[in-house]
């Protein structure tokens, strides 16, 4: 690590920003020989990626293939020709699924970063070259007490996504957590957990068990300390240094207030999350209205690397109109303290049988168990005829008690607190709720008809909620005809409401298949890489499935130092 007074004035690689891409460009540049300095403009290490599922979406990859599930280059291929049929940056595309799969081998295999097929886990749009199972990897849990006194470096995961304070737990946690009294396995496992979390607690401020985004975070940390990568914290990007037309390093303001000029021999790679929270970026590159809902994106995060990579003559990528957003839907949350917080209802609730969503009308607009981008896409859409943001998830009390709603968990049954804090909206009948949370009481009353008659059936005619990959694997496997639809017929009714939380923006740097950041003329700036949210997504405002950005910002970030290595 680098204190400001010791930090390094020149040095072949200087990579901006300790996320997943900038951390992956960093290690795996040092591991190509490269003298490489890592600029973080926060204390932390992890960024956006520290929060979030830690998933990558890889198709084809070998540990998938290894687990038994067949997948080929050419069904990636077609799977997001179909996503993106305008054919942008398709070849952006192409080189991801040809590198991809060996890339993260080569990752694997040199670092303390460690996956696990994931098994099912659908893709997110049902068309020709999806697939159900065999695309995501999982990162390993990592032990944090490993990383010693620099445990605190790790950005902590989101309040809302821990329990008891401070314990982090996986998907797999979850069953055994809510089974413990059925089985002795669950009791054991989930027993396993608390005693360690109590003995973490002990000496640290949360558990050092850590999953998920967590997990990869932390394990990429590890790895530039084995490498032996310098890193400075408390350095942030103020503008690019060039010499003519080649950017030849960076000039950082440090913790202290102190400017310093870092020269990089071979480039400058920026990952520094794209254009995050800073509000010109927002207003300037975000379609009209879409800057003004929750934000998921980490604070920190002010869009500095685009910003700087402007004023050096980068050209942006965003498509007409204004940028895609990468969305979830959120509750917002509030502590004891008076505090908010945003919890996102990835695929515990919106799924399940017993529950639709409603806009101001009081009527559906979507299939609820779509993946958490395209459910906000409705919401975003109906939004522009019917207000419909906020939506309202609107269930019974027996549908919280057995599955949870947002951050009330399962087996919940006073839900008093939840609504004195305004999270949560009660009604003895639905002419109550719809008074309540101001929705048209008909069209409530209507929507639930209709969702209670189609739990008979099994069959959703409206919004197919239980026709898709991705709904049925997030619904209740035990819940008969359809994993997806129940009645909502038990009073007390609730309700809560939903925002759609932008987590990127697809706009960005315009780049090219080494990560190469690209000038208005379409020309590579010599000397400037960038990867993650800096770099336009070459998705292009699609969401194939889990981990669909922090893929990409792995594999272009080993391609930019390997570029920059000249390997």
């Known amino acids: 690590m680098s204190s400001p007074s010791s930090l390094k004035k020149e040095v072949d690689l200087v990579v901006v920003g300790a996320g997943a891409g900038g951390m992956t460009a960093a290690v795996m540049g040092t591991l190509a020989g490269l003298d490489v300095l890592l600029c973080e403009g926060t204390e932390q290490v992890g960024g956006t990626t520290a929060t979030a599922a830690g998933t990558i979406w890889v198709p084809n990859n070998n540990l998938g293939k290894a687990a038994g599930f067949e997948d080929s280059l050419e069904e990636g291929m077609r799977y997001l020709d179909g996503l993106v049929p305008s054919g942008e940056l398709r070849r952006l595309r192409e080189v991801y699924l040809e590198s991809g799969p060996r890339i993260i081998d080569d990752i694997v295999r040199r670092t303390q970063v460690k996956f696990m097929a994931a098994g099912k886990h659908p893709d997110y749009v049902d068309i020709p070259g999806s697939r159900v199972a065999g695309r995501a990897l999982a990162p390993l849990p990592f032990d944090g007490r490993l990383l010693g006194k620099e445990f605190h470096r790790i950005r902590p995961p989101m309040k809302e996504f821990m329990v008891l304070g401070g314990m982090m737990v996986g998907k797999a946690d979850i069953g055994h957590l809510l089974g413990r009294f059925h089985s002795w396995a669950s009791f054991k496992h989930s027993a396993g957990l608390v005693l360690r979390y109590v003995s973490d607690r002990l000496r640290h401020a949360r558990g050092t068990r850590l999953v998920m985004g967590n997990a990869l975070v932390a394990r990429l ?18 503008s690019l240094l060039k010499d003519g037309e080649r950017v030849t390093g960076a000039r950082f303001k440090l ?30 590159w975000m379609a009209p209205g879409h800057d003004r809902w929750p934000s998921l994106i980490f604070e920190g995060n002010q869009g500095g690397g685009v910003r700087a ?4 003559g980068a050209a942006i990528d965003a498509r007409p109109g204004g940028a895609g957003v990468l969305w979830q839907p959120v509750s917002v949350t509030q502590d004891a303290k008076g505090g908010t917080g945003l919890f996102p209802h990835l695929f515990l609730d919106r799924a399940k049988p017993g529950l639709i969503a409603v806009d101001s009308a009081g009527l559906r607009f979507t299939n609820e168990g779509a993946s958490y981008h395209y459910f906000c896409e409705d919401m975003i859409r109906r939004h522009a005829t019917t207000p419909a943001i906020p939506a309202w998830l609107i269930c019974d009390a027996a549908f919280v008690e057995k599955y949870g709603l947002g951050l009330i968990h399962p087996g919940t049954t006073n839900l008093k607190p939840h609504v004195r804090s305004g999270y949560l909206h009660v009604g003895d009948t639905l002419d109550a709720l719809a008074r309540s949370i101001g929705v048209d009481a008909d069209g409530l009353k209507d929507s639930v008809a209709r969702n209670n008659a189609y739990a008979l059936t099994g069959v959703d005619s409206d919004y197919g909620k239980g026709a898709t990959e991705v709904s049925r694997f997030n619904g209740d496997p035990d819940h008969q005809p359809n994993p997806c639809l129940g009645p909502i017929a038990q009073a007390p009714f609730c309700a809560m409401a939903l925002w ?19 000038d208005a003329e379409g020309q590579p700036i010599a000397g400037l890489y ?20 922090i893929g990409p910002a792995m594999v272009f970030g080993y391609r930019a130092a390997m570029h920059a290595a000249g390997t």
């Open 500 to 518: 759609p939380g932008d987590a990127a923006a697809d706009a960005g740097l315009a780049t090219n298949e080494n990560g190469q950041v690209l």
């Open 221 to 238: 940390f590890a790895s530039l300390r084995d490498a032996g990568t310098a890193i400075a914290f408390g350095a942030q990007i103020e």
């Open 255 to 284: 913790s202290t207030g102190e400017l310093v000029e870092v020269k990089a021999r071979r480039g400058v790679v920026l990952a520094t999350g794209g254009i995050g929270r800073n509000p010109v970026l927002r207003k300037q």
């Open 530 to 549: 960038a990867c993650g949210n800096d770099a336009a997504s070459l998705m292009r405002g699609t969401y194939p499935g889990p981990g669909a950005t």
């Open 309 to 312: 990579a402007e004023l050096a």
